[in-house]
């Protein structure tokens, strides 16, 4: 395990240091809802938002798709996430969004700036479990890692775009001060949750 550590190490390092940056974007930033409108998964979006879905199409030449998907929470271990593909083989970026936590448009926007690191070139991590390590934790621990660096450079664009990307992640913290649960420390999500509460980004 040790071995394998350091060879992961090495390969995101090298990784990382062919990682070009982001893509200098023109979005001009509009905080509020005027102008161009769009929605989706139900959700509308503000102009510049709408610009970042723009942007995301004419990366990948395909327009984004957004699924309301219920229970995503209890299948995948997480409330929203990216994926790409199709039936008919297209590079797809797919937004699937909890229905039962409800639609917002943070969660949109944050699945967009995924898919727009993944256009620029950052590197997937794709964990190799070795004899007799469980491969869903070892899966667990490289989406922690895969977002905490991801995040670092999303949240200040987030930022800009008039979001608070952290909020969701303090207020699950602040929760589980003020009413613990004693299943808290065994609850993976209690990791989850208090990694994105301690990354500054």
Known sequence: MCNLSFLAVLFLAASLSAYAGPVQLNLNFDNSNSGQASAL???TLRASVVRLKQQVEKM?????ECHAVPGLDQSAGDFAKISFGSSDGKCVPMISLDAERG????????????AELAAEGFPLLLPIPPVGVDGKQL??????LRDLLEHRLMYPRMRMLGFDPAA??????????VHPKPRAVQ????LRFTLYYLNPA
């Open 103 to 114: 639609i917002h448009e943070i969660d949109v926007t944050h699945e967009l700036e995924h």
């Open 60 to 64: 990948y030449g395909e327009s984004v």
């Open 41 to 43: 998964c139900g959700v």
């Open 187 to 190: 609850d993976p999500n209690s």
């Open 168 to 177: 969701r992640g303090r207020r699950a913290i602040d929760a589980a001060i």
């Open 139 to 144: 899966s667990y621990a490289v989406r922690i």
